[in-house]
């Protein structure tokens, strides 16, 4: 009976800590909206420099080989393609390819003032825009190991990634989140450590934040009721209160959209849960 205790006791510890040792690591999904782990025979902590249809893609260490996070733009056709390492002696391609991917088709019903847009609305939009890409797809070469993810709220997954979006009837661009239900006021976390870099009340996303993990990495959180108090310039821990579940901007009802992304790609947000 001792034994079997002290046999049991050694099994988790073997099994825990390595889990618990390790931070984010996403799951590899080649297809558009996923993500392509490429090794890089690249010695040393420098972190090397790589790139994807020109933008800065993220880099991180296990075990002492380093590897590309290369996120797959939604829109992306599948076929065969490259990533670009920046070496002394020049560009080594590192090939992958890309498998097609069917994303279903989800049909929403919302205020009209949000798929007929009122000129005023328009230019609102317009304006909104850069600040929100902007922040979004920001390269900061900041490397710094990340601890695991932390998911923002739990509850239901109520509209996956990568969904074709028909509002009222008319096409509209596709999901680039996962929306989850949770009731009004339901504390947000930060998923992982960062720099709140936009923090703003817009049309279609409501009250939002964007916090950037660095070398590309950067999560994005809509439709808040409330923040916690913070700004343009915080840092932020993960598993830090971020904001308050709501359903401002265009939404139908209290719920998290929560978008990731790396190198100015939206990628499946479920791909980095454990
Ligand atoms: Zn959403």
Redesign the pocket.
Known sequence: MRIHRVLVGVFLLLWVVPVWAQGVWPKEERVPGGIAILSIPQRGDAPPWVSFQGQRVFVAQRQGQWFAWVGLPLDLSPGAYAAQWQTREGEVPLPFDVAPKDYPAQHLDVDFRYVSLSAEDQARVQRELPELRGAMDAFRPVHRPLPALVQPVEGRFS?PFGFRRVFNGQPRNP?T?L?IAAPQGTPILAALPGRVTALNDYFFNGKTLVIDHGMGLTSLY?HLSEFAELAVGSEVSAGQLIGRVGSTGRSTGPHL?WTMSLNGARVNPELFLP
């Open positions: 509209s999901h989140g929306d809509c959209h």
